[in-house]
């Protein structure tokens, strides 16, 4: 276990349903991360949250809207999803953004859009 | 933007051989960082390297990071099963924290 920890697990989902992705981390961390991982390609990452603040947005579409209440959950909100969205979403915290340190990651959710 | 190449994208092996794996990047990295990921599972951070030249091990991996920085190498003598998964290279960027991530080389290891 990382301390990071990714609810639900598995995910099936029609394009015009709506879902949260849900991530945790009890590490104390002031960073987190959504990354996607598809199907032959590298990790992408989406989004980072600085201290509840997002301080990155990789060009990503709007159905997907991330939430950060606070430095311990992030959350991603999915809505009229496509079927090219289906990958395993990885969540990943670090004690900062800036540096080089580790960044831990979660087991991730495995999302599959119908 | 900063792009990490990694090869090769596959790589079967007999249990005992050894493996390696390369990353390269066509512009000096501060820093190179190493994951595994089981199948099925999650990337998991191994080590990382920031120092030209530099050359860390574990136990049977051997990591290097090149004069120019600008290319690393991950060696594994003797794999056992227990070494299959994937293994990525990732470039941190410290403004960021964003992790650049290979494409990674998928290790099979045959009994």
């Known amino acids: 276990e990382t301390g990071v920890t990714q609810t639900p697990r598995h995910l099936v989902m029609g394009m015009t349903n709506k879902k949260s992705l849900k991530c945790e981390q009890h590490?104390?961390?002031?960073?987190m991360y959504w990354y996607k991982q598809s199907a032959k390609k590298p990790l992408e990452l989406m989004f980072v949250?600085?201290?509840?603040?997002?301080?990155e947005n990789n060009s990503v579409p709007s159905r997907f809207s991330p939430e950060c209440p606070n430095s311990s959950h992030l959350f991603l909100h999915l809505h009229t999803l496509q079927p090219e969205d289906s990958a395993l979403y990885l969540c990943?915290?670090?004690?900062?953004?800036?540096?080089?340190?580790?960044?831990?990651f979660g087991p991730g959710t495995r999302l599959t859009v119908l | 933007g900063q792009q990490v190449m990694q090869i090769p994208q596959y790589q079967h092996v007999q249990e005992g051989e050894d493996f390696t794996t390369y990353c390269n990047s066509s512009?000096?990295?501060?820093?190179i960082q190493w994951y595994k990921q089981r199948p099925g599972g999650h990337p998991v951070f191994l080590i990382q390297?920031?120092?030209?030249?530099e050359v860390k091990k574990q136990k049977r991996l051997t990591f290097q990071f090149g004069e120019a920085k600008k290319n690393s190498s991950l060696h594994i003598t003797a794999t056992q099963t227990t070494d299959v998964g994937t293994y990525f290279c990732?470039?941190?960027?410290?403004?960021?924290?964003?992790?650049?991530f290979g494409q990674g080389t998928t290790l099979q290891v045959k009994p």
């Open positions: 512009t000096t990295l501060s820093n």
């Open positions: 390297l920031v120092k030209s030249g």
């Open positions: 990943a915290s670090s004690q900062e953004v800036r540096g080089t340190d580790t960044q831990y």
């Open positions: 590490l104390g961390h002031n960073a």
């Open positions: 949250y600085s201290l509840e603040e997002r301080v």
């Open positions: 990732a470039w941190r960027d410290g403004n960021t924290g964003k992790l650049i």
